[in-house]
């Protein structure tokens, strides 16, 4: 089974609409990490969470929140989705600041 | 701020021959992380390979190897013997370790790498 699990791994979804993009873990890392990835910008850091009570925004968070359910659990919602926010979004995980990131298979969202 | 930028948005190389990706960052601190990660058609985001800032010994995984050139805040990728599922974007990423990191790696753009049979 995959250590970082993300779904759904596609969606469509219409302008105005709410979604919520789940994360899960089975690594028992602390950190957790929601990145967006457009063509041509690579990846940028929407939110991270260094444990459940921890939870901070990245460089793009407007119009983007966040829940930390549990230490394994990280979801990022749209509150309200509009087409410049179609892209491809990973979670990621991380243990001590000094591990490496590991990467989630990616959501792929294309809000009409 | 931290920046990568990868300045080869896409490159090719033929079977079994040698090809390098450039990559350069803008950083004030001493210490730090380089990765490269390799992204298939699958989207999987792959850890290639990792440097240390401290170390001056360039790291090296099997057919991957880095250039890790500290005052020229260069970190060149090279890939020998290359196959034909090497075929991925690459992407160059920094990761500060300062006290009160966040942790946060900073992406260049993107190299597209083809391999020709």
């Known amino acids: 089974d995959a250590d970082v699990t993300q779904t759904p791994r596609n969606r469509i979804t219409k302008t105005g609409k709410r979604i919520m993009l789940e994360c899960s873990q089975t690594?028992?890392?602390?950190?957790m990490y929601w990145y967006r990835q457009d063509p041509g910008l690579g990846l940028r850091l929407i939110y991270y969470s260094f444990d459940v009570k921890d939870i901070n925004k990245g460089e793009i968070s407007d119009g983007y929140s966040v829940s930390r359910q549990a230490q394994a659990k990280f979801s990022l919602s749209l509150e309200s989705a509009i087409p410049n926010q179609t892209a491809l979004y990973f979670c990621?995980?991380?243990?001590?600041?000094?591990?490496?990131?590991?990467f989630g298979p990616g959501t792929r969202l294309l809000v009409l | 701020a931290q920046t990568v930028t990868q300045s080869q948005p896409e490159m090719s190389v033929q079977e079994a021959e040698t090809v390098t990706l450039s990559c350069t960052y803008d950083t004030s601190e001493s210490d730090y992380y380089l990765f490269w990660y390799k992204q298939p058609p699958s989207r999987q985001m792959i850890l290639v390979i990792r440097?240390?800032?401290?170390?001056?010994q360039n790291a090296t995984e099997n057919r991957f190897s880095v250039n890790f050139q500290k005052a020229a805040k260069s970190f060149s990728l090279k890939i020998s013997d290359s196959q034909l599922g090497d075929a991925a974007m690459y992407f160059c990423a920094y990761r500060g370790v300062g006290s009160g990191n966040t942790g946060k790696l900073i992406f260049g753009q993107g190299t597209t790498l083809q391999v020709k049979p």
């Open positions: 690594k028992g890392h602390d950190r």
């Open positions: 440097q240390e800032a401290y170390k001056q």
């Open positions: 990621a995980t991380q243990g001590a600041v000094q591990e490496t990131q590991y």
